[in-house]
């Protein structure tokens, strides 16, 4: 079965500083790999995924993500933040066969301070 | 377009009410999903459509009864429901249930009284 840790439920950062928000997953066979984002009262919005190819993926808003198989990792990154992106960030993870169930990870709070 | 909407934004029910959610897409996906979320907690999986066709049931209580008239629409019916049931409701799609990414509506937050 998959699973899907974010050890960080909090990362607070200011602006215009980089941050990273890990991500680590476990599975035994070949899987997709997503980041959501979640702003207050809202849905969920794809920022990014990596369904094969390039390990290093870009996303909207500015943001990438590093796909390490041997890791088992798939941290997002953005190089500059805004207070625009103080939200909730969710990644998540399906196989790559069979029924795409998407298992979450907890979440990741981003805090964008001035 | 990738855009799921949902509608009501917010609904407030007694425990004896009926109401229905509903979600729609036009990006002609054949896979349809209902989730909640509390509070500070990922999404949980409810139900999953396949091709009109309910294909996943979570162990979902029936007092929550979901329903795909057609391949654009999505519609959860609530009946009976307690106030544990109180959460933010999403919708999302996909091209297949054998694809990639998940797209999700704003949600419906349901306060049950």
């Known amino acids: 079965a998959q699973s899907v840790t974010q050890l960080d439920s909090q990362v607070p950062v200011f602006e215009e500083a980089p941050v990273e928000l890990r991500c680590n997953y476990s599975?035994?066979?070949?899987?997709?790999l997503f980041w959501y984002v979640q702003y207050p009262n809202q849905g969920l919005q794809l920022l990014l995924k990596?369904?094969?190819?390039?390990?290093l993926v870009k996303g909207i808003n500015g943001f990438e993500a590093e796909f390490n198989k041997s890791q088992t990792s798939f941290h997002l990154r953005k190089p500059s933040v805004h207070i625009s992106d103080t939200a909730e960030y969710f990644c998540a993870v399906s196989e790559g066969t069979g029924f795409q169930k998407l298992v979450f990870g907890t979440g990741t709070r981003l805090l964008v301070s001035p | 377009d990738t855009e799921v909407t949902q509608t009501p934004k917010h609904l407030v029910m007694g425990m004896t009410n009926k109401k229905s959610l509903k979600c729609e897409q036009h990006?002609?996906?054949?896979?349809m999903y209902w989730y909640k979320q509390k509070a500070k907690k990922p999404p949980e999986l409810m139900f999953v459509?396949?091709?009109?066709?309910?294909?996943i049931n979570e162990s979902v209580p029936s007092r929550f009864s979901p329903e795909c008239p057609n391949s654009s629409l999505l519609n959860l019916h609530l009946h009976a429901l307690q106030p544990e049931d109180s959460a933010l409701y999403l919708c999302a799609s996909s091209q297949a249930v054998r694809a990639g990414e998940q797209y999700f509506g704003p949600g419906t937050r349901l306060t049950v009284t």
């Open positions: 459509y396949s091709y009109e066709k309910l294909s």
């Open positions: 990006m002609g996906h054949r896979a």
């Open positions: 990596y369904l094969s190819g390039s390990t």
């Open positions: 599975s035994s066979v070949s899987v997709y």
